[in-house]
């Protein structure tokens, strides 16, 4: 993209410091952005990251079908429990992070 400055942003401005670059896409790259992902490659072309609405999707749709196996194995470890159990810390710490991603989840959803 050639509207990205070489200098830092506190060569252009010295009272603004750590702020990030803002990148000005022609109507071209905004389609891209839209309906794939922009990848932002090091000068030797090394790839550095992938940005885009294609790339936020494949995450949620990983962390949703991510979270169904959870739910899925949870159900079948409970329905399997047929007396008094003490799980280790580690295991709680577990069930409530699944538990708060489930909450977190039906939050997001539609009613």
Do not use: W
Not at 74 to 90: K, T, V
Request: glycine content about 2%; some cysteine; proline content about 5%.
């Amino acid at each position: 993209m050639d509207n990205i400055p070489n200098s830092t942003p506190s060569e252009q401005n010295q009272n603004v410091s750590n702020l990030p670059y803002v990148v000005l896409l022609n109507s071209a790259q905004y389609s891209l952005y839209k309906t794939a992902s922009l990848e932002i490659l090091a000068p030797d072309s090394d790839y550095l990251e992938s940005i885009g609405h294609s790339v936020q999707k494949d995450r949620v749709e990983m962390e949703s079908h991510q979270l169904h196996n959870q739910i899925v194995l949870l159900e079948y470890l409970f329905s399997s429990i047929n007396q008094d159990i003490e799980l280790p810390a580690r295991a709680v710490t577990g069930l409530a992070d699944v538990f708060c991603k489930m909450h977190d989840h039906l939050a997001k959803s539609p009613r």
